[in-house]
């Protein structure tokens, strides 16, 4: 039986109203809402280009009035269907020019989009689509050798909410049936759309979070405080009509999506170009071919960049700008970026739940390769406090902490996460970043390390809880517990430690990768290496905190030759 949905604000922790108020006063809170975004965009910019890709469709150029016409089209498309204002709807879609179609017809008829990464399979789905009493998924058919349709499908079959399957294909013909295709619901725009006027300051959607727990957190944005990121970040970055984007990192992403990302360059007016492949050889051919001026990447593909430049033939010299961000660029590939790539490198340190930073152009070298940056807005409140202190006490100026924040553009709660929310978030409304970080005396943030249950593959982020857990579900595992260890490519990789159930034969690590693979999880938490233990290494600690127990065995596999597999 399908119960009513809850309304979408329900579950949400909104702004003090007296903050709410400053924020506006400032000038930061414009009520500007995304679909007046495109407003903006279609009247300054109609005719340029706004997005140039490959869709299921093959390859797509659409100016601002084409993307807009797609957009209202679609919109009026998916209301026939029955999605309605409020409605929560999963997009699970790749670097596709679509996507944008999508998330803008979504802004349009007021409903949100729930992002998820192409690389999430069905049990992310399905857990986003319960938590968000999602009414529709909005994906692709089959691709890099995965069917998406059929995994939507699947979840909408689990998940009450779930009532529309909606796939990007060329035909009807190349999708399961039970799912409705973009192309058959894209109507002739006519009118205004229940989205033209949406509150600014309602969320507008939901961001996924790296995740601590043992379940993805949902982040509410609201109109307000994200489009304030979107524009200041255009600023800070120098966006304008003639930026080329370059989006390598998935769309949905927040870095991708918002510093300045795509929703910048709608901002500016510029042209937004979706890589369907992150590698150097498709990227490098982007560039030259379109132009880019503007790309963003995490620092391993900036490695890869770096290292690829020798044996291309690609002309790069229209790229002005590298952004490198979501995991700490070391300061000897933050060196080289410049001079091999011959753009300059912008530092990005920022995260789903709000604060940006970046490195700004006129900074001196030595910031820009050392520092990961500084807030993007004067009202960011910064606080580095000693890591453990129950009372949060600040360090002494330039020492390192724990960061906490909050600010014009950074939640006071995730979506439906009361419990959650009560540790991740101070009394007084601060974010708890979970990142050990330090101040140079200029206010820019140096990133040191985390106190945060959660590796960060290469800018990939995985709760240890969330794998433990699939390991768990094995019937001949007892207990299970995940660490970082460093990794000379991806700055970290996963290493899992398993105590199987004493008296059985032992699971053998390949079939535990295979296991959590095989229960429809995201390739890049399934643990790089296993290694099946009788007990926890000797760590001094006992099992009473997950957190000391886990950050003992990081050191003990930090060790020279801990017996991988
Ligand atoms: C970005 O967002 P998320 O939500 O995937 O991850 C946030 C976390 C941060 O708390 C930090 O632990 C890490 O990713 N991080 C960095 C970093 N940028 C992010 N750690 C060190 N150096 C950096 N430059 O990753 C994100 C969101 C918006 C823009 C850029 C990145």
Known sequence: MTTTARPAEEGVVPYPPEVAERYRAAGY????????????????????????????????????????????????????????????VVVWLPNVPEYLEVVFALFRLGALPVFALPAHRASEIRYFAEHAEATAIVTVG????????????EVAGAVDAVRHVVVAAPSAGDV????????????????????????PSSIA????????????????????????????????????????????????????????????????????????????????????????????????LAAAWVQATSSTSRDLSSLQELQVGGAKCAAELARKIGPVLGARLQQVFGMAEGLVNY????????????????????????????????????????????????????????????????????????????????L???????VSGRVKEQINRGGEKIAAEEVENHLLAHPDVVDAAIVGVPDDFLGERTHAYVIPVPGREP???????????DRGVAAYKVPDTV???????????????????????????????????
Not at 35 to 64: E, I, K
Not at 69 to 83: S, T
């Open 205 to 300: 959607f939901l961001q996924l979070s790296g995740g601590t727990t043992g379940l993805p957190k949902l982040i509410p944005r609201t109109h307000d405080d994200y489009l304030y990121s979107v524009r200041a970040s255009a600023e800070i970055c120098g966006l304008g009509p003639d930026t080329v984007y370059l989006a390598a990192l998935p769309a949905a992403h927040n870095f991708t999506m918002s510093s300045p990302g795509l929703l910048g360059v709608v901002h500016a007016g510029g042209t937004s170009v979706l890589a369907p492949s992150p590698d150097a050889d498709t990227c490098f051919g982007l560039i030259e071919a379109e132009g880019v001026t503007l790309a963003a990447v995490v620092p391993p």
């Open 531 to 565: 290694e099946v233990v009788d007990a926890f290494p000797a760590t001094g600690v006992g099992k009473t905190s997950r957190r000391a127990l886990r950050a003992a065995l990081a050191d003990h596999a930090r060790r020279p030759t801990p017996g991988q597999h």
């Open 142 to 153: 089959r691709r890099d050798r995965f069917d998406h349709a059929a995994a939507a499908l």
């Open 359 to 438: 490195t700004r152009a006129d900074d001196p070298d030595d910031i820009v390769v050392e520092t990961q940056g500084r807030p993007i807005s004067p009202d960011d409140e910064i606080r580095v406090v000693v890591p453990d202190d129950p009372e949060e006490r600040d360090v002494a100026p330039g020492e390192v902490g724990a960061l906490l924040t909050r600010g014009p553009y950074t939640i006071r709660g995730y979506y439906r996460a009361e419990e959650h929310n009560a540790t991740a978030f101070t009394a007084d409304g601060f974010y708890r970043t979970g990142d050990l970080v330090r």
């Open 176 to 199: 399961p049936s039970g799912v409705v295709t973009l192309g058959s619901l894209r109507r002739t725009p006519a009118g205004a759309l229940p989205g033209d006027d949406a509150d």
């Open 29 to 88: 809170w414009t009520g500007q809402t995304f679909a007046g975004l495109l407003d903006a965009a279609v009247a300054a910019h109609g005719t340029r280009t706004a997005v140039v890709g490959t869709g299921p469709s093959g390859p797509q150029r659409w100016t601002y009035d084409e993307l807009d016409a797609r957009a209202r089209g679609l919109a009026a498309g998916l209301g026939e269907l029955g999605v309605a204002p409020g409605d929560r």
């Open 507 to 517: 699971p053998r690590p390949a079939a535990l990768r295979r296991f959590v693979r």
């Open 440 to 446: 140079d005396p200029a206010g820019n943030i140096i």
